[in-house]
């Protein structure tokens, strides 16, 4: 895969006297990160958001028979597994608000706060960081 910017076109590469070309992908996918020729990380987290929003379905529907304890650990065990995952990589993109806005979407669940309620303070109170 070759590395570029949005603006640059990629350049075609020769291997060897042969004059083999090096086949051109857009994308791939290692140790469960997608990776972009442009480093963007749009295909990586539009691939975890399904699996981050079963989670918070999971969450809401398990919400009526079990404590906030419990939850939380659900929380820690099946949404923050997977949000966190390359996280050190894909963070500082800008499509990561997205993500952050699904963490809030979750807590809310857990608390039992409305759609619009601020959750700045139920971070701190259930002791979890946002993204």
Not at 3 to 24: A, M, Q, V, Y
Request: aromatic share 12%.
């Amino acid at each position: 895969m070759q590395f570029r910017n949005k603006n640059s076109s990629p350049i075609d590469l020769n291997i060897g006297h042969e004059n083999k070309k090096i086949t051109k992908t857009s994308s791939t996918k290692f140790l469960e990160l997608t990776l972009e020729n442009t480093l963007s990380w749009k295909i990586h987290i539009d691939t975890i958001i399904p699996k981050l929003s079963s989670a918070t379905f999971a969450i809401r529907t398990l919400k009526p028979f079990l404590s906030q304890d419990s939850l939380r650990m659900i929380y820690y065990s099946y949404f923050h597994s997977i949000m966190t995952y390359g996280l050190i990589f894909w963070g500082n993109s800008h499509y990561s608000n997205t993500i952050f806005r699904m963490q809030k979407r979750t807590i809310r669940v857990i608390m039992g706060l409305r759609s619009r309620d601020s959750c700045r303070e139920h971070f701190k109170k259930l002791k979890i960081l946002p993204l």
